[in-house]
DNA sequence: ATAGGGTTAG
């Protein structure tokens, strides 16, 4: 016979195995043969729902029935009814749950940590902090509940409080805990108390270390990895036993953050099992060292073994169409990313800007930025940065304001990208301007790489003096960047005093650094010294320094075609060379003087002029310019400052054939239209 | 009732 003990056990075997909605009808079929359920069967049925997402219904339901069956003093049950309250998402009801809570008679410890728990999860620290604070017998689950809870939101400090209070009145520590505190050193950088902690474990926890959980040593590895300890992460991962998921994916991001592409790509390869978090990490992974062909075949072999990429892999693949500039394999993967239906992702769409802009089309990525559905700071700096660096100076002030009057505050990275814009439309005051309000209105003391910017700034600008009166009271050793923006300054204004006395500084802390000797050699050739140019290279030379070759490619059709300086290797680049003849005869006519005191060799005249007019960049746009239909812009990537001469060559290039070129080199974009640049000669 | 791995902006 069915009774009221059997249906217990049954529905609690179905709560139990996360079967809710099983468990809800054996209790209604009881009600339908007037079973009277007793505390037990609530108990049951409740914790069944509360595995179910969001049942708002039922949950009001069955607090009537409870009221009524007359068991809601029963801690069990109402436990059971708080939990389930918690779980609806909907903020209203956290009252009746509050309520319900205030209203027991008798509450275990039980009581207390559901509720505390509840409002975690929700994210109100201050509520769960006021209930805690209320309880008298806290248990460890309590204090390591209150923990984990300030850490995943951030409040770390409360959390190293809480975790000082919980071992003065002496509540044992355990792995819980550990995990937790060691997991918040990992997302606040603190080396030294993470390792204290490890140290800790290691010393008082009676577990022998081969014993410890997974998830203590999955954390360690993180806290290294994110501490810049990658062979103590390494260590850490070696050493373990057994490893699952979590443990790999840690150490292989792990190895990404520092670089090691290679490591990665072999643990990738070991990898019995992968998830989605797998693919997306190591397609970024990819992308964010170079190897962004590798990021795409990725996305691919994804498709292929019928893994569905998420969005963060779609993040990933953008960065890399980014840094290739593969604007129209971006635009595939666009239609893509709207096929899977996650347009409205904020990573996925943040990267989808960030691809347009450097790829040349800032129209694209204001398009994007437009029409997201919700934006948050790093899209903001991401068009503030695409602004400024296609030299939309005043565009991308004007944004910045207009952040600003929405209430949204700057950070660090809005102030570099906002310097950026300044330097180089040549907004000097307005850069100036903001670099004050930085820490005044903002509150954020300037990095050494914000005075770089300054310096920069100032530099492109002329007023060397003003930038190296920064540079000796800035409360920051001068590392090597703010020398070289220094120098660049002193190139473009012809400063040689100056310039030697900052090469020398770099000398001494980057003697291998290539672009020191070009810039040097650089400003002796704008005076014709060519004895000290020659002495450069010579300097170069003995020190083994060798300069990076310029490359410069161009997308035709789906492909991406590189050039190198004086290429013979593209196999259509003997026409490529004619066209230019045939072309450089139409620019002088116009008034085009090959400029050449920007080769380095100091060699006859006729052959510098030769040596100039195959630099990557002319060779690319050339090749643009005889394969691409009519009328449409040439986009063309270098990965060096594009030349002087270059930069005039291409200018009368455009007006010579009536087309658009923009052209990205290390440094920002320059769009080349009917003769004139948008940098105005200023970059 | 409590723990571990990710992304996008420079």
């Not at 992702?345 to 347009?356: F, H, I, P, Q, V």
């Not at 116009?590 to 005191?597: A, C, E, F, S």
Request: charged share 20%; proline share 3%.
């Amino acid at each position: 016979m069915r009774d009221v003990v059997s249906y217990n056990a049954m529905i609690s075997g179905y709560a139990r195995n996360a079967h809710g909605y099983a468990a809800l009808n054996l209790f209604l079929d009881m009600k339908r043969i007037c079973l009277q359920p007793d505390d037990f069967t609530f108990t049951s049925v409740l914790s069944g729902l509360a595995m179910l997402v969001n049942d708002e219904k039922h949950c009001q339901q069955f607090h009537c029935e409870i009221v009524k069956s007359g068991v809601v003093s029963v801690v069990s049950v109402s436990n059971a009814l708080i939990s389930v309250y918690l779980k609806c998402s909907s903020w209203s009801f956290l009252d009746p749950a509050r309520q319900l809570f205030g209203e027991m008679p008798e509450k275990d410890e039980l009581t207390w940590t559901t509720v505390i728990t509840g409002y975690v999860r929700r994210g109100d620290l201050n509520a769960a902090k006021e209930i805690f604070d209320g309880m008298v017998k806290k248990i460890d689950v309590t204090w390591n509940a209150m923990i984990s809870g300030y850490v995943h939101h951030g409040f770390i400090m409360e959390a190293f409080e809480t975790f000082k209070k919980m071992f003065s009145v002496g509540v044992t520590l355990d792995e819980f805990t550990y995990t937790s505190m060691i997991s918040a050193c990992a997302n606040a950088g603190l080396l030294k108390h993470g390792k204290q902690l490890h140290a800790f474990l290691l010393r008082t926890d009676p577990i022998p270390e081969p014993e410890w959980s997974l998830p203590v040593k999955n954390a360690l590895i993180t806290l290294y990895s994110k501490c810049e300890k990658l062979d103590a992460a390494r260590r850490v991962f070696d050493e373990m036993s057994i490893r699952d998921l979590v443990s790999w994916n840690a150490i292989l991001s792990a190895c990404i953050s520092v670089g090691h592409i290679d490591d990665a790509r072999q643990l990738f390869g070991r990898m019995a099992e992968r998830n989605l978090l797998t693919w997306a990490v190591m397609i970024s992974g990819f992308a964010q060292n170079g190897c962004g062909e590798e990021a795409l075949k990725l996305l691919n072999q994804m498709n292929k073994e019928g893994v569905c990429p998420c969005d963060y892999a779609f993040a990933g693949v953008f960065t890399a169409c980014a840094s290739l500039g593969a604007l129209k394999h971006g635009r595939q993967l666009h239609s893509q990313l709207i096929r899977f239906g996650y347009e409205s992702s904020l990573s996925a769409s943040n990267a989808l800007m960030t691809m347009y802009a450097r790829c040349g089309n800032v129209e694209d990525a204001h398009c994007v930025f437009l029409t997201m559905p919700a934006v948050d700071s790093v899209s903001w700096n991401a068009m503030i940065a695409a602004l400024g660096q296609h030299g939309y100076g005043v565009q991308a002030l004007e944004l910045f304001e207009l952040m600003l009057s929405e209430g949204i505050l700057p950070d660090r990275i809005t102030f570099l990208t906002v310097l950026s814009a300044c330097s180089h439309a040549g907004l000097v005051s307005e850069g100036c301007r903001y670099f004050e309000l930085m820490d005044s209105l903002y509150g954020i003391a300037p990095g050494v790489d914000h005075y770089a910017r300054l310096i920069d700034l100032l530099g492109r600008a002329g007023k060397i003096l003003e930038a190296k009166d920064v540079i000796d009271k800035m409360p920051y050793e001068p590392d090597p960047p703010i020398w070289e923006a220094l120098l660049a300054g002193c190139r473009i204004h012809g400063n040689m005093e100056m310039g030697i006395f900052v090469a020398e500084r770099l000398f001494e802390l980057t003697p291998q650094h290539d672009g020191t000797y070009v810039l040097l050699s650089n400003i002796y050739a704008d005076i014709g010294r060519w004895n000290d140019v020659a002495r450069v290279r010579q300097l170069m030379k003995d020190r083994g320094v060798k300069k990076e070759p310029g490359c410069s490619w161009i997308e035709v059709a789906n492909k991406v075609h590189v050039f190198l300086v004086d290429d013979s290797v593209h196999p259509e680049v003997q026409y490529v060379y004619k066209f230019l003849e045939m072309l450089g005869v139409k620019m002088k006519k116009m008034g085009y003087v090959p400029d050449i005191k920007y080769a380095l060799h100091d060699v006859e005249s006729e052959q510098k002029e030769y040596s100039l007019s195959t630099h990557s960049e002319k060779l690319a746009v050339a090749f643009g310019l005889l394969k691409l239909p009519m009328g449409a812009t040439i986009r063309v990537l270098k990965n060096l400052r594009i030349c002087g001469d270059c930069h005039t060559a291409v200018m009368f290039m455009s007006k010579a054939v009536g087309r658009e070129i923009v052209v990205r080199d290390g440094k920002r974009f320059h769009h080349f239209r009917d003769g004139e640049c948008s940098c105005g000669n200023y970059w």
